[in-house]
């Protein structure tokens, strides 16, 4: 039988060990790695965390495997702690379980994503400053419906 997204995610958290804003800033100074996950027009609009690697989620396995001849040259073991950062924490808790299926047994995400990471006053450069939380979220109706923001189609 097929799962829903809600307990396809809710199995995927229940193997990880998600950390707030300041634990993953905590796992970052102690070597860990911070990989943001986010569409380029999400940093560009949401701003980004200095220091974190950039991989696009479509060929994160690839970038983050150690085995992998594409991986980073940042990644250096199958036990390095790495915690995966999208805008609010639902992406990158799939993305991050996805690692531990590689192998990379410390792999985690940020809870909250990167709006939590925001709201923790945590270093961010660029973007609007404002989180999605400060912008009232509307639906658009039809069977392809979507969250979107006032005044966009």
């Given at each position: 039988?097929?799962?829903?997204?809600?307990?396809?995610?809710?199995?995927?958290?229940?193997?990880?060990?998600?950390?707030?804003?300041?634990?993953?800033?905590?796992?970052?100074?102690?070597?860990?790695?911070?990989?943001?996950?986010?569409?380029?027009?999400?940093?560009?609009r949401?701003?980004?965390?200095p220091?974190?690697?950039?991989?696009?989620?479509?060929?994160?396995?690839?970038?983050?495997?150690?085995?992998?001849?594409?991986?980073?040259?940042?990644v250096?073991?199958?036990?390095?702690?790495?915690?995966?950062?999208c805008?609010?924490?639902?992406?990158?808790s799939?993305?991050?379980?996805?690692?531990?299926?590689?192998?990379?047994v410390?792999?985690t995400?940020l809870?909250?994503?990167?709006?939590?990471?925001?709201?923790?006053?945590?270093?961010?450069?660029g973007?609007?400053?404002?989180?999605?939380?400060?912008?009232?979220?509307?639906?658009?109706?039809?069977?392809?419906?979507?969250?979107?923001?006032?005044?966009?189609?």
């Amino acid at each position: 039988m097929p799962m829903t997204i809600e307990q396809l995610l809710a199995a995927a958290r229940s193997r990880l060990v998600r950390v707030d804003a300041h634990g993953a800033a905590a796992l970052v100074a102690r070597g860990g790695l911070l990989v943001d996950i986010r569409p380029s027009e999400q940093r560009q609009r949401e701003g980004h965390i200095p220091g974190a690697l950039i991989v696009e989620r479509n060929v994160l396995e690839w970038r983050l495997d150690p085995a992998s001849p594409h991986r980073l040259s940042e990644v250096n073991a199958y036990d390095q702690p790495i915690v995966v950062v999208c805008s609010q924490g639902y992406a990158s808790s799939l993305a991050a379980a996805a690692l531990q299926d590689l192998g990379l047994v410390n792999a985690t995400d940020l809870a909250g994503g990167f709006q939590a990471w925001a709201a923790a006053r945590l270093p961010v450069h660029g973007g609007h400053r404002r989180t999605s939380a400060d912008r009232p979220a509307t639906r658009r109706a039809g069977p392809r419906a979507r969250l979107t923001r006032p005044g966009r189609v």
